[in-house]
């Protein structure tokens, strides 16, 4: 199974931009669908954007919609999470996680493999 490792995270002020990294381990990387989701404490893990196995469809969530990127560089087999805009509450650990499926899914059961998360904190 693929192993993900997510990078980037850390703290920023509201209004500010953090670039998220998430290196795979093998080359069959370009095979799945990427996803990154992101959880506050004491809240469910939430879908923010999804891409596929391309990069020629994406998909957000309404909450990130407008502010966040997701792009993917196959031949680097990392997927990577441009925050600009953000606000305290997208304070949360972000996960990327990978998907045997095809088409963009923003649910967790339809993701196989998980990163160990990055922490992002963003101050008012």
């Known amino acids: 199974q693929v192993q993900l490792a997510e990078s980037g995270g850390g703290l920023v002020q509201a209004g500010g931009s953090l670039r998220l990294s998430c290196a795979a381990s093998e080359a069959t990387f370009s095979r799945y669908v990427m996803g990154w989701f992101r959880q506050a404490p004491g809240k469910e893990r939430e879908f923010a954007a999804a891409i596929t196995q391309s990069g020629r469809r994406t998909s957000y969530a309404d909450s990130v919609k407008g502010r966040f990127t997701i792009s993917r560089d196959n031949a680097k087999n990392t997927v990577y999470l441009q925050m600009n805009s953000l606000k305290p509450e997208d304070t949360a650990v972000y996960y990327c996680?990978?998907?045997?499926?095809?088409?963009?899914?923003?649910?967790?059961?339809?993701?196989?493999?998980w990163g160990q998360g990055t922490q992002v904190t963003v101050s008012s």
């Open positions: 996680a990978a998907s045997h499926t095809v088409g963009v899914r923003s649910t967790t059961t339809e993701y196989d493999y």
